[in-house]
Nanobody
Framework: QVQLVESGGGLVQPGGSLRLSCVAS????????MGWYRQAPENRRELDAD???????NYADSVKGRFTISRDNAKNTVYLQMNSLKPEDTDVYFC??????????????WGQGTQVTVSS
């Protein structure tokens, strides 16, 4: 059983900052990549940022220069530092991990989501 638990969401004024955290726990053999997505129309999820186990990062154009993703491999934790927040960043943010529970396989796991609201 694998769980991803997010924290750090909340209400912030435009221009403010928030830091999201996500901890993966359970029967984890190896984590290949972790990322943050936001809820999109038609029940899709859009990537904001992801990071590999080697620290290679990837960002959506809409958040480049404002958001920074990082991870602590020893703690199975990924962070998203969100600066210069805009009202259009208001959404539910989901943590994702591509990981294996035994050698030779990999699956996607999702957290339950955390609400970020940017409003004055």
């Amino acid at each position: 059983q694998v769980q991803l638990v997010e924290s750090g969401g909340g209400l912030v004024q435009p221009g403010g900052s928030l830091r999201l955290s996500c901890v993966a726990s359970g029967s984890i053999f190896s984590i290949f990549a972790m990322g943050w997505y936001r809820q999109a129309p038609e029940n899709r999820r859009e990537l904001d940022a992801d990071i590999t186990s080697d620290g290679v990062t990837n960002y959506a154009d809409s958040v480049k220069g404002r958001f920074t993703i990082s991870r602590d491999n020893a703690k199975n934790t990924v962070y998203l530092q969100m600066n210069s927040l805009k009202p259009e960043d208001t959404d539910v943010y989901f943590c994702n991990a591509l990981l294996s529970t035994f050698p030779g396989q990999a699956d996607d796991y999702w957290g339950q989501g955390t609400q970020v609201t940017v409003s004055s």
